[in-house]
């Protein structure tokens, strides 16, 4: 199924896609033109997105408000553009109480979140993320990959920490709005890509082992060069044979933010020994090649 949202200004300019299972997904140019949003998925829909001028917009979405566009750029050095947090403009919330039920969303200013010390992700680790990619092409426009599959990923995580989790629809616009209201900060063609990190955390102060009483989803940005230094020349790894990255009925299988302070010790052992990362092997019989720390490892016999 294929839903166009168009501006009421005019004709339709450039367009900003998602793509279900196929090429990345398309994000608008620059303005001034108007944006056409065309949206291709497995049956959620888009809300539209109404334009005030040619320099700003407003998003009367229901799951995002109060963003503002422009179409500066940002002024970075981009040819060394390592892999690190850059401060953006915006970042998205949205709250989510005992009801399971998600508020509407809101594009606010980058910024610190008030949390309490009793909160569920800091006492219990209640927490999950994403971690995905907005890319510049040559002729400005701006692309996504699968944003759904993260989405569906969050809610599978979710299910198993005992979270409620945004549905696909909020999941995948929230991270339209988040890209549109920092596109100044997608770096050029083949400088890096724009960084996206959703969050879901137990937010609700709780003394005691059960799910916190309140969740929220955040989504921030941050332009990013090549994750190891490398870049695309082939990296060394060391193989460990005394810590394990995950364990068999664990939750090596979501993408909870637990599963990854564990991983400090061997891999700053592995860098001060010269090496980028590490390679470990599964915790049952602890000689299969598992994971790395940050990524899948796959073996070609040939």
């Given at each position: 199924m294929e839903l166009g949202l168009a501006s009421s200004r005019g004709p339709a300019g450039p367009s900003?896609?998602?793509a279900g299972r196929r090429p990345r997904s398309s994000l608008s140019?620059?303005?001034?033109?108007?944006?056409?949003l065309q949206v291709q998925t497995r049956g959620y829909s888009m809300p539209t997105l109404h334009y005030k001028d040619h320099t700003t917009v407003g998003c009367q979405a229901s799951v995002a408000t109060k963003y503002?566009?422009?179409d500066d750029t940002v002024d970075l050095d981009w040819e060394n553009l390592g892999f690190g947090l850059v401060d953006t403009d915006f970042m998205y919330m949205a709250k989510c109480g005992p009801d399971g039920n998600f508020s509407k969303g809101e594009i606010l200013p980058f910024g610190p979140i008030a949390l309490s010390p009793s909160a569920g992700v800091l006492n219990y680790g209640q927490g999950l993320f994403e971690g995905l990619k907005a890319y510049r092409k040559t002729d400005g426009s701006v692309l996504l990959f699968r944003p759904e599959e993260n989405a569906i990923r969050m809610k599978n995580g979710s299910d198993r920490m005992c979270m409620p989790a945004p549905s696909v629809e909020q999941f995948v616009d929230a991270v339209k709005q988040t890209v549109l209201a920092n596109k100044r900060w997608v770096p050029p063609t083949g400088k890096g890509s724009l960084y996206i990190r959703p969050l879901l955390i137990g937010s609700g102060a709780i003394l005691g082992l059960a799910p916190a009483p309140e969740y929220t989803f955040l989504i921030y940005v941050s332009p990013v060069g090549n994750y190891f230094k490398e870049g695309l020349a082939p990296i060394n790894l060391i193989i460990e044979d005394n810590f394990h990255r995950a364990a068999p009925g664990g939750t090596g299988g979501v993408k909870t933010i637990g599963n990854y302070a564990s991983v400090l010790k061997a891999q700053r052992t592995a860098k001060d020994k010269g090496y980028s990362d590490v390679l470990y092997l599964d915790a049952v019989h602890n000689k299969y090649l598992e994971e790395v720390s940050s990524c899948n490892i796959f073996v070609v016999k040939v």
């Open positions: 900003l896609a998602v140019p620059p303005l001034p033109r108007p944006l056409s503002m566009e422009t």
